[in-house]
T-cell receptor
């Protein structure tokens, strides 16, 4: 079946540090890949997406590249801010059905 | 803009009690979903709906019921609450539904439910 594995948290970084959150997936065919972010007290919101191999999704300084050869979709940001503190979810949408398959989420805390 | 609104935000139930988790969206989305998130786990789909009057089971439907009488509302019903239903529940909606790149979902803030 389809599944998403992302690195365990919590991740604690100092402001302006480089961020990587690893995400790998298992799926048949060519799923679409997403990163969602959940700020404290809010619902999940789409951060970025990629729909085919070698696509790069980007938003708010975050980037992730769809790597089919390594079945990965790692999230990166060059310089994190305190306001980036949140929980980040990697997800995939298979080519059939309606569900999104989510990873467990990675909590990020950025300190001043 | 309201988006997807869930009520209540928190609830404590006793074993065997029943309750309805409310979800409403004002984006005129046809597709709506209910997920649960257990501690340290990803979200799992409980039920979904592709339009008013149409619902279907997701991955973990046991112990829950849903209805979709209007485009805006998609309530989730727990009939006999059990400790295993202690979780955070998220409602989501999608304008187009479908698989792959079309499956962008918009989430509510969640309902945290404890069954004791």
């Amino acid at each position: 079946g389809n599944s998403v594995t992302q690195m365990e948290g919590p991740v604690t970084l100092s402001e302006e540090a480089f961020l990587t959150i690893n995400c790998t997936y298992t799926a048949t065919g060519y799923p679409s890949l997403f990163w969602y972010v959940q700020y404290p007290g809010e619902g999940l919101q789409l951060l970025l997406k990629a729909t085919k191999a070698d696509d790069k999704g980007s938003n708010k300084g975050f980037e992730a590249t769809y790597r089919k050869e390594t079945t990965s979709f790692h999230l990166e940001k060059g310089s994190v801010q305190v306001s980036d503190s949140a929980v980040y979810f990697c997800a995939l949408s298979p080519n059939s059905g309606y569900a999104l398959n989510f990873g467990k989420g990675t909590s990020l805390l950025v300190t001043p | 803009n309201a988006g997807v609104t869930q009520t209540p935000k928190f609830r404590i139930l006793k074993i065997g009690q029943s309750m309805t988790l409310q979800c409403t969206q004002d984006m005129n989305h046809n597709y709506m979903y209910w997920y649960r998130q257990d501690p340290g786990m990803g979200l799992k789909l409980i039920y979904y709906s592709v339009g008013a009057g149409i619902t279907d089971k997701g991955e973990v439907p046991n112990g829950y019921n849903v209805s979709r009488s209007t485009t805006e509302d998609f309530p989730l019903r727990l009939e006999l609450a059990a400790p295993s239903q202690t979780s955070v529940y998220f409602c989501a909606s999608s304008p187009t539904g479908g698989a792959g790149a079309k499956n962008i979902q918009y989430f509510g803030a969640g309902t945290r439910l404890s069954v004791l």
